[in-house]
């Protein structure tokens, strides 16, 4: 793919996502930064943003850093931290890559809010299905 316009066009079919308004803003080598707008369909029962989003959110951004080149990584397993409430608006994740083997590789994403409020971290291993 390449270019964000290709990107974006090929993970318009990752409709969890993008029907929760989650969009891609930029992609680089071995990274990603997606983003949301919050809305009242985000909200947990008490009012503040529901971990599910915050975690959603990781994980699309998860998908797109490691499959925007080169799709056929799939996520093993995702450990998530809570840290903070969203104060504002919108919730901004980014990935970067920890580590890459030869079929895993290791990424972090950090979720936070417009007023730079770190709200989670997320770390995911992803397995190389093209190594099969």
Do not use: W
Not at 42 to 64: C, I, K, R, S
Not at 81 to 96: D, L, P, Q, R
Not at 98 to 112: D, L
């Amino acid at each position: 793919m390449g270019k964000l316009e290709d990107v974006r066009a090929f993970f318009e079919k990752d409709r969890f996502a993008t029907e929760n308004g989650m969009v891609i803003d930029s992609i680089g080598e071995n990274t990603a930064v997606c983003s949301m707008v919050i809305s009242q369909r985000h909200m947990n029962a008490v009012g503040n943003v529901m971990g599910g989003v915050y975690f959603t959110l990781a994980d699309f951004t998860f998908a797109v850093a490691t499959n925007h080149e080169e799709p056929g990584i799939v996520s093993l397993s995702s450990t998530i931290n809570f840290h903070a409430i969203a104060k504002g608006e919108k919730i901004i994740c980014e990935a970067k890559k920890i580590k890459q083997g030869r079929t895993t590789c290791s990424y972090e994403m950090t979720v936070s809010d417009e007023k730079g409020n770190l709200l989670a971290t997320v770390l995911t291993t992803g397995y190389n299905t093209r190594k099969q």
